[in-house]
């Protein structure tokens, strides 16, 4: 009668460690892309609000917010691609298009006004959408969050983040920089 208790007590410990590894099975680490996009040029994208300004042009010279499907609203010239553009881009786009019939030779200027917002979720105080401020990282995000809950991971995140117009998940340390549009997930420990 001992044995078949040690038969279970066996497949018991085989179930517990199979389950383990099939917990472990979604891990994934951050590509190589996650990096490599934080020290390229910011990309606009929706959510994003810019202020252009069109030198002796005050009647144009105003903040616009990137849309839904990525364009700006600007007077004169109408809807603007503005996604996936950097600012430089952009202000060559909207120079041309002035130049072509409005203005004799328009000198635009775009800076960030507000980034897009960045979202924390799982394991936080308080999960929710929060303001990106530049050289944001994992761990200042999930202190806008309320900190850690007290089942948190609290050694690495889940990052879900857009880059080239894909969206890749990866996990990363809480040192890691943030950028803006990122989804952090906040896991709970094993044990």
Same mark, same amino acid.
């Given at each position: #009668?001992?044995?078949?208790?040690?038969?279970?007590?066996?497949?018991? $410990?085989?179930?517990?460690?199979?389950?383990?590894?099939?917990?472990?099975?979604?891990?994934?680490?951050?590509?190589?892309?996650?990096?490599?996009?934080?020290?390229?040029?910011? #990309?606009?994208?929706?959510?994003?609000?810019?202020?252009?300004?069109?030198?002796?042009?005050?009647?144009?010279?105003?903040?616009?917010?990137?849309?839904?499907?990525?364009?700006?609203?600007?007077?004169?010239?109408?809807? !603007?691609?503005?996604?996936?553009?950097?600012? &430089?881009?952009?202000?060559?786009?909207? $120079?041309?298009?002035?130049?072509?019939?409005?203005?004799?030779?328009?000198?635009?200027? /775009?800076?960030?006004? &507000?980034?897009?917002? /960045?979202? !924390? #979720?799982?394991?936080?105080?308080?999960?929710?959408?929060?303001?990106?401020?530049?050289?944001?990282?994992?761990?200042?995000?999930?202190?806008?969050?309320?900190?850690?809950?007290?089942? $948190?991971?609290? $050694?690495? !995140?889940?990052?879900?983040?857009?880059?080239?117009?894909?969206?890749?998940?990866?996990? !990363?340390?809480?040192?890691?920089?943030? #950028?803006?549009?990122?989804?952090?997930?906040?896991?709970?420990?094993?044990?």
């Amino acid at each position: #009668m001992f044995r078949p208790k040690r038969k279970g007590s066996a497949l018991a $410990a085989a179930l517990v460690v199979t389950a383990a590894l099939v917990g472990c099975s979604g891990y994934r680490p951050a590509p190589a892309a996650f990096h490599e996009a934080i020290n390229q040029p910011y #990309m606009l994208d929706a959510g994003d609000r810019i202020r252009i300004t069109v030198f002796d042009q005050a009647d144009l010279t105003n903040s616009y917010s990137v849309d839904q499907s990525g364009y700006i609203a600007f007077p004169l010239i109408g809807a !603007v691609p503005a996604r996936g553009r950097t600012v &430089q881009q952009l202000e060559g786009e909207i $120079a041309a298009k002035l130049r072509n019939g409005f203005l004799r030779n328009p000198d635009v200027s /775009i800076e960030v006004d &507000q980034y897009r917002s /960045i979202f !924390v #979720m799982g394991e936080v105080g308080a999960a929710g959408q929060y303001a990106y401020t530049p050289g944001m990282t994992v761990q200042n995000a999930i202190a806008a969050a309320g900190g850690f809950s007290a089942r $948190a991971n609290q $050694a690495n !995140v889940d990052i879900t983040r857009k880059i080239n117009g894909r969206v890749i998940t990866g996990r !990363v340390v809480i040192s890691d920089p943030l #950028m803006a549009g990122d989804t952090i997930f906040v896991r709970e420990r094993l044990f």
